[in-house]
């Protein structure tokens, strides 16, 4: 009965992941925009597993030991690549998508190993030294789309980098509606504090990527 219930709220999407290991994501039937896996996610999920990032049969593992919070997280697709990639992860976002995180977290478990996760909540704009000091890594996928969520983000993202923190921001470019005036907005006000570079497509993954969503590295001004 417990597992038609549950057939009943999730479907599933599957990543595999360059080693053949396949993450498994629960998405929400009904439910608010994180309650599914959006495509900037899994180009930002499948870049973390790039050459430059993760290169197993040359010993390099940039993601081994190093501290991942992940804003906006959704289903939590990017941290849980991060994990099993070694990393060490806090993928955070509202109250009411943290059943569907730590659903995804521990149906993911068996492929984390050196690595660890866990979901916890944050309201950008709001209090975060729980999320201090500054990790080594802030990842986010398609975070850039509510007109008042623009200003507490950055303002978050103030307080939670540090002057060697990597932000790394992935979105799709949306040409209709408000969206082009979100972004500019976002990009104007987070270009006060810091620099801001884009990754050309032939260093993402040549298949999960598209010219309409970027990836950005992001770092606080010195």
Same mark, same amino acid.
């Given at each position: 009965?417990?597992?038609?219930?549950?057939?009943?709220?999730?479907?599933?999407?599957?990543?595999?992941?360059? @080693?053949?290991?396949?993450?498994?994501?629960?998405?929400?039937?009904?439910? =608010? #925009?994180?309650?599914?896996?959006? =495509?900037?996610?899994?180009? $930002?999920?499948?870049?973390?597993?790039?050459?430059?990032?993760?290169?197993?049969?040359?010993?390099?593992?940039?993601?081994?030991?190093?501290?991942?919070?992940? *804003?906006?997280?959704?289903?939590?697709?990017?941290?849980?690549?991060?994990?099993? *990639?070694?990393?060490?992860?806090?993928?955070? =976002?509202?109250?009411?998508?943290?059943?569907?995180?730590?659903?995804?977290?521990?149906?993911?478990?068996?492929?984390?190993?050196?690595?660890?996760?866990?979901?916890?909540?944050?309201?950008?704009?709001? @209090?975060?030294? @729980?999320?201090?000091?500054?990790?080594?890594?802030? *990842?986010?996928? @398609? &975070?850039?789309?509510?007109?008042?969520? /623009?200003?507490?983000?950055?303002?978050?993202?103030?307080?939670?980098?540090?002057?060697?923190? &990597?932000?790394?921001?992935?979105?799709?470019?949306?040409?209709?509606?408000?969206?082009?005036? #979100?972004?500019?907005?976002?990009?104007?006000? $987070?270009?006060?504090?810091?620099?801001?570079?884009?990754?050309?497509?032939?260093?993402?993954?040549?298949?999960?990527?598209?010219? =309409? /969503?970027?990836?950005?590295? /992001?770092?606080?001004?010195?």
């Amino acid at each position: 009965m417990a597992a038609e219930i549950e057939q009943n709220i999730y479907f599933v999407r599957e990543i595999e992941k360059n @080693d053949g290991c396949v993450l498994k994501l629960k998405q929400c039937y009904k439910g =608010d #925009v994180g309650c599914v896996v959006w =495509d900037a996610a899994i180009v $930002l999920a499948k870049y973390l597993e790039t050459k430059q990032f993760y290169n197993p049969s040359l010993g390099v593992n940039h993601w081994a030991s190093r501290t991942v919070l992940e *804003l906006g997280a959704g289903t939590g697709v990017v941290g849980l690549m991060a994990a099993t *990639l070694g990393a060490h992860v806090t993928v955070t =976002d509202l109250e009411d998508l943290q059943t569907l995180l730590k659903v995804n977290i521990q149906h993911n478990q068996a492929l984390i190993s050196s690595g660890s996760m866990s979901a916890k909540v944050l309201k950008w704009g709001e @209090d975060v030294s @729980d999320f201090l000091p500054p990790p080594h890594y802030v *990842l986010m996928a @398609d &975070c850039i789309y509510y007109e008042q969520s /623009i200003v507490p983000l950055v303002e978050s993202l103030k307080v939670l980098a540090g002057p060697e923190t &990597c932000i790394i921001c992935c979105y799709e470019q949306r040409t209709e509606g408000i969206n082009p005036k #979100v972004e500019k907005q976002f990009f104007e006000l $987070l270009q006060q504090n810091f620099t801001c570079k884009e990754i050309p497509l032939d260093k993402q993954d040549p298949e999960f990527s598209s010219p =309409d /969503i970027h990836i950005l590295h /992001i770092q606080k001004k010195v």
